[in-house]
């Protein structure tokens, strides 16, 4: 988040600008803590308008050139039956809570789960 900005606030904007989607927000959904001093908030969106893929970010440059793969990344958009067959998704639990979730239903109250830093 900038400086200012609330959770929400900032979701949207990095939607923005990591994926090239305004989107709005539905409802918190998780609230994952890494160690005793980082944690990261995830919400449930609905994409308004824009194009997936076409975000302009800093996750998209070559931020280190002694490191060219550092800050790169190329966003995906897949279906969630997928999700268990992906190694990398980090943290682990967030893959089972989108795919409990979407089949379920989500939860009114968000959930919080804690991972190692």
Avoid: C
Avoid at 5 to 14: D, Q
Avoid at 28 to 45: D, P, Q
């Amino acid at each position: 988040m900038d400086e200012g900005e609330s959770p929400e606030e900032g979701a949207i904007r990095e939607a923005m600008e990591e994926l090239g989607v305004q989107v709005a927000i539905k409802q918190k959904v998780a609230e994952i803590h890494f160690g005793r001093t980082s944690r990261h908030i995830y919400f449930l969106v609905e994409r308004v308008s824009g194009e997936f893929g076409t975000g302009t970010g800093e996750e998209f440059t070559d931020a280190d050139p002694d490191h060219p793969q550092e800050g790169i990344y190329i966003p995906i958009w897949m279906p969630d039956e997928e999700l268990p067959q992906r190694q990398n998704i980090y943290p682990s639990d967030l893959t089972k809570l989108v795919i409990k979730s979407t089949r379920e239903g989500w939860s009114k109250e968000p959930v919080v789960l804690f991972a190692e830093s």
